[in-house]
């Protein structure tokens, strides 16, 4: 079985730095895409980030410039920098991996980790 597992999360103060880490475990042949979704209270899950296997990156309109999302193909790790945090970042954050693939064959499947809370205090 495959797992994505989150870990980072947590209490900051606004203008802080969190760095969230992903790690991806289990049968794993591939993995292209690799993101972060959040979740605010009240709100819908939306994109943070996203970073292909080569190493593309896209970035929702507000997180450019403060987050940084990385990944180390070798360790199936991807990880989200995230500074100036402000309040409207709170929510859970998800590592969504939407291809992976456990075999050679196939399209392979969308994987979600449970989420870590991050708590941006004003």
């Known amino acids: 079985q495959v797992q994505l597992v989150e870990s980072g999360g947590g209490l900051v103060q606004a203008g802080g730095s969190l760095r969230l880490s992903c790690a991806a475990s289990g049968r794993i042949f591939s993995i292209n895409t690799m993101g972060w979704y959040r979740q605010a209270p009240g709100k819908q899950r939306e994109l943070v980030a996203a970073?292909?296997?080569?190493?593309?990156?896209t970035y929702a309109d507000s997180m450019k410039g403060r987050f940084i999302i990385s990944r180390d193909n070798a360790k199936n790790m991807v990880y989200l920098q995230m500074n100036s945090l402000e309040a409207e970042d709170t929510g859970v954050y998800y590592c969504n991996a939407p291809r992976l693939k456990s075999t050679a064959w196939g399209a392979g499947r969308d994987y979600w980790g449970q989420g870590t809370q991050v708590t941006v205090s004003s």
């Open positions: 970073i292909t296997s080569s190493g593309a990156t």
